[in-house]
Each structure stands twice: as structure tokens, then as C-alpha cells.
């Protein structure tokens, strides 16, 4: 609470000088938006909706971005989705200098790659990677969904910053302070829904903040070769009665060389979970560890043939590793392996058809095919 | 209902991928959803360079669509918006990035303002402006 104090004092006296001739600027509005709509079949399933949401889904975004001189700026995203709308980003931006800036408000941490691009419009895939979905994968109820949901937005504070080394080299740096995930009292994981529902307003459930970082290396080895290689971490506590905690650690790849795009990222949650005074009635099984290991990665090619043919293929992964309760079906180890070819038919520049076929290999249950159609604007 | 034990990614897969990986390297950037082909051609070769930049570090997060079809015309404007960008984590855009890309925005906002955008883009645009406004407002490193 005291470095939360102190950053907040550190921001209130450079915002007192950041903009002195605040009045003279002109200020400059910017408004950008997408919509998706997708449709999900499970062919190799009878009744899909026993697996997952299946059927059309639509996801709305819609983003004003208010700069109010050369080093402030205003973002304000609200999100349509499965669970209706939601404030992904209402934040105040103060960029003091290009080593250390700050964000105050509503805003989705820096973690990974992926963070960059989780609006619909902005990568190939109809779906995201299992590691960060929100609820279209299949099993999503077997699994608890996924590690981290991204976009995972968060109340909080959050200080970066990017140091160049000559016109090649650059690294980026960030540290958040937010409210964190949150979880049921006694209960066994993380609550995505808990996590984001007004129910019990938007605050924090333990009066403890969650803490994490990002940090990435990035060079341009020419103009058209580049690669970028980082590391993040968020580590708190999800339980009201804060005994339980989770640490989450990531790194990712991007790597481009001309068109052609090579995406990579691996993850993994240690949460903790209380295991109670009768654990053989509510663990499945015997217990030798008070976590489970939740890990994920994936890994992505994305080349545009032309500019109205784009292709991309993904394989991706989850796994969940330890015990579970009593009336889960998955076993101490349970994996998911999917594989996703897919084409993008860019009809205007602002407009594409997404096609993906998604091959699910379970360790636990049947196989399935999920095919996908969507369509994408921006604008 | 199967049981099997679970074998991470194959490596005949990632040796796969790398190999188209490098297979389709040598191609020229800026399809994702851009400019025609024509219309690159038609710039100027310095903004033509400038927009090849553009398309490579832009491309990254986003697709073209969104900053070409922002509506933004103003060079102010321009300059503001890609100071933010260039600070987005692992943007690769420094501030020599910054002004090439600054010189095809300006180009392509004239263009837009002009009204030439659909009628193709005008070869003498640049030169009948005088080289001190053709020059965009450089992006100084700040203190």
C-alpha cells in the first residue's frame, strides 16, 4: 500500500508540470473500433453446446483515445462480448520520458505478446490461444478455462518505460500494481467470472494488490528483419482470506522476417488452494501438494500470400497438472494439444473472412474438429 | 473416453514450421492489408522506402486498415499519435523510424486531403510542395 502511495505522490507532482502549455495544444481525438462475429461448429460432436459455447459469437470494440498534449493522453475501450459489455480500458496515460511513463486507471497489464493483439481485429485466428482464452474453448469447463484471460483488465497502476540502444536496439520495461484475480473463499482456482463481475463490485476481495512486470529485449537486425524476445510475471493472492496465492510467468518470441511472422509463447500458473479438514472427499486425489501447475503455450506462423489471401497455422497447447476435485473428470495430468491451419480473404482493407479448422487431441477425452467462419472489421 | 500419456509439441513439427518459416522469408512486406501495389509504386521512391517501414513495423500489432483509415489528415496529429505508438512495447520504431514513417503519413495525408486517393497517387506531389514542406516535422528525442 505504501508503494502504491508513493507512486501515485510521484505521479500527482509530475502531472503538476508535465504539460505547461497544455492550453496551446490542440486536443487531438482518436476514435478506432472492430466487430467480429463468428460462428463455431463442432462436426465430431452430436450436441457441441455439452463442450463448449458454440454457434455464433459477436465481439465488439470501441476505443476513443484523447491526447491532451505531447506527454498526456486519455483511452477509454468498452468491450462486447459473451458476457455483455464490459470497461476493458479507462485510463490516463502521463509519458514523462521514454524510460518512465505511467498508467492510472482501468487497463489490461502488460504480460506477453499476445496482450498487443487480443483485439479480434488485430490477429488471424478466429480464437485465441488456449493459454489465454475467455470461454470458446472446448472443455472449457473441465479445465476451469484457461491460465490468463486476455484480456484480463484490471484496476491498478502501471509504470514502463522503453530504452533505446542506437536506432536498433530497444528494451522494455514494465511493473503493475491492480486488484488482481480473484477467487471464492475455500475454493480450488481462480474465478474468471468472479474476476470481472460487478457483483461484488469492481474492487479488490482481499485489500492485498497483485504485483508483476514485463520485460523484453527487441532488435532490428535491418528494416525488415526483426525479433523480440521477453519475459513477464504476476504474482498474488486470489482468496479473500489471502492464504492462497498464484505466480504466473511467461515468456514470448516474435520473430519477422519480411512478411512472414513467427509468434511464440509459454506459460505457466502455480496456484495454491486450501485443501480443508476432509480432503478425501473433496480431492480426487490423495494429496501430496496444496497447487496445481497450470501450463500453456503456442506457437504461430502468419504469412499474407497477397493482399487479400493471408494463412497462418498454430499449434497451441494447455495442460493441468495435480489434483483435482472430486467431480472433475480430469486425471493428475490432463493435456490438450490443438492444431489450426487457417486463411484470412481480406475483401476491403478493413474487412476479412476468417476461415480456421481447429484439430482438438484431449488426453482425457475424445478427440474433436472445430471448424470456425467468421468475419472481421476495423475500423 | 482415451488415456494417453501426453507428449509435448512434436519436434517434427517445430523443425516443420521453421522450415516454411525460412522457405517464405524473401517476400516483400507490407500486403497486410495496405497499399496496391500501384499505388506504392507511384509514390516517390523516398516514400515509397518510408511506407515499405511503415508496413514492416506497423504490421506488427495491428493491420494497416487501422492507421490508413484513422481519417487523421493532420501532420500535428500524425506526430502525436506515432510518438505513442513508437512507445508501445517492442513497437521497433525508433526515432529515425519515426520520421520515415512520418514521411509517408504526411505524403499519404495530402494525398487523402487532395482527393487524388482514388484517382492514383500523384508522382510530383512532393516536389511541387518545395523541399521545406515536403520535409516532415522531425520527432526530437525528448530530454
Known amino acids: 500500500m505504501r508503494a502504491l502511495i508513493a507512486v501515485l505522490l510521484i505521479l500527482a507532482v509530475v502531472l503538476a508540470y508535465a504539460e505547461p502549455s497544455a492550453t496551446a495544444f490542440e486536443i487531438e481525438r482518436n476514435f478506432a473500433g472492430s466487430i467480429q462475429l463468428d460462428y463455431l461448429a463442432i462436426p465430431s460432436n452430436e450436441r457441441g453446446r455439452d463442450i463448449a459455447l458454440d454457434g455464433f459469437t459477436t465481439e465488439l470494440a ?251 497455422f498454430r499449434l497451441d497447447g494447455l495442460r493441468q497438472r495435480g489434483n483435482v476435485l472430486v467431480t472433475s473428470p480430469l486425471s493428475r495430468d490432463s493435456a490438450i494439444l490443438r492444431y489450426t491451419p487457417g486463411v484470412n480473404v481480406v475483401f476491403h482493407p478493413s474487412l476479412r473472412l476468417k476461415l480456421s479448422a481447429e484439430f482438438w487431441d484431449f488426453s482425457d477425452f475424445q478427440d474433436e474438429i472445430a471448424l470456425h467462419a467468421g468475419m472481421t472489421a476495423n475500423f | 473416453m482415451t488415456r494417453r500419456v501426453r507428449k509435448w509439441p512434436p519436434a517434427g513439427w517445430i523443425l516443420a514450421l521453421l522450415l516454411i518459416f525460412f522457405s517464405c522469408s524473401a517476400s516483400t512486406p507490407g500486403r497486410r492489408s495496405g497499399l496496391k501495389q500501384a499505388q506504392v509504386e507511384a509514390m516517390p521512391t523516398e516514400v515509397q522506402d518510408a511506407y515499405r517501414l511503415f508496413a514492416q513495423r506497423c504490421s506488427r500489432c495491428h493491420t494497416l486498415a487501422r492507421p490508413l483509415n484513422s481519417g487523421i489528415t493532420d501532420g500535428h496529429h500524425w506526430r502525436v499519435y506515432v510518438r505513442r505508438m513508437r512507445k508501445m512495447p517492442g513497437s521497433g520504431i525508433s526515432y529515425r523510424d519515426a520520421d520515415r514513417i512520418l514521411l509517408f503519413l504526411d505524403y499519404y495525408s495530402l494525398q487523402v486531403e487532395e482527393g487524388r486517393w482514388s484517382g492514383g497517387l500523384r508522382r510530383d506531389l512532393l516536389k511541387s510542395l518545395g523541399p521545406d514542406d515536403a520535409l516532415p516535422e522531425k520527432l526530437e528525442p525528448e530530454p
Open chain 1, 62 to 312: 470501441l476505443k476513443l483515445a484523447v491526447d491532451f498534449g505531447e506527454r498526456t493522453s486519455a483511452n477509454v475501450k468498452v468491450c462486447y462480448g459473451c458476457h455483455g459489455f464490459e470497461v476493458a480500458m479507462a485510463y490516463l496515460d502521463l509519458r514523462v520520458v521514454d524510460q518512465l511513463n505511467f498508467r492510472v486507471g482501468r487497463f489490461t497489464p502488460r504480460f506477453g505478446d499476445f496482450w498487443l493483439r487480443h483485439d479480434p481485429a488485430n490477429h488471424r485466428a478466429n480464437t485465441k490461444p488456449l493459454m489465454y482464452d475467455m470461454g470458446r474453448m472446448l472443455r472449457r469447463t473441465e479445465f476451469n478455462n484457461s491460465i490468463l484471460p486476455i484480456p484480463y483488465a484490471d484496476n491498478g497502476v502501471e509504470v514502463y518505460g522503453t530504452q533505446w540502444f542506437g536506432d536498433d536496439v530497444q528494451i522494455d520495461w514494465a511493473a503493475h500494481l491492480v486488484q488482481g484475480l480473484r477467487g471464492p473463499e475455500g475454493g480450488f482456482d481462480v474465478d474468471f467470472v468472479l474476476s470481472r463481475s460487478p457483483a461484488l463490485y469492481y474492487i479488490d476481495n482481499n485489500s492485498e494488490p497483485a504485483l508483476g512486470g514485463r520485460l523484453a529485449l527487441t532488435i532490428n537486425f535491418t528494416d525488415f528483419i526483426s525479433a523480440t524476445v521477453g519475459g513477464s510475471t504476476i504474482w498474488g493472492r486470489w482468496d479473500p482470506d489471502r492464504f492462497n496465492d498464484y505466480l504466473i510467468l511467461g515468456t514470448d518470441l516474435y520473430l519477422r522476417v519480411y512478411a512472414l511472422a513467427l509468434r511464440a509463447e509459454a506459460v505457466t500458473r502455480r496456484t495454491e488452494f486450501t485443501i480443508g479438514p476432509n480432503p478425501e472427499s473433496r480431492f480426487r486425489f490423495e494429496i501430496d501438494d496444496d497447487f496445481f501447475i497450470k501450463e500453456g503455450f503456442y506457437a504461430e506462423l502468419e504469412y499474407p500470400f497477397s493482399r487479400w489471401l493471408e494463412a497462418f
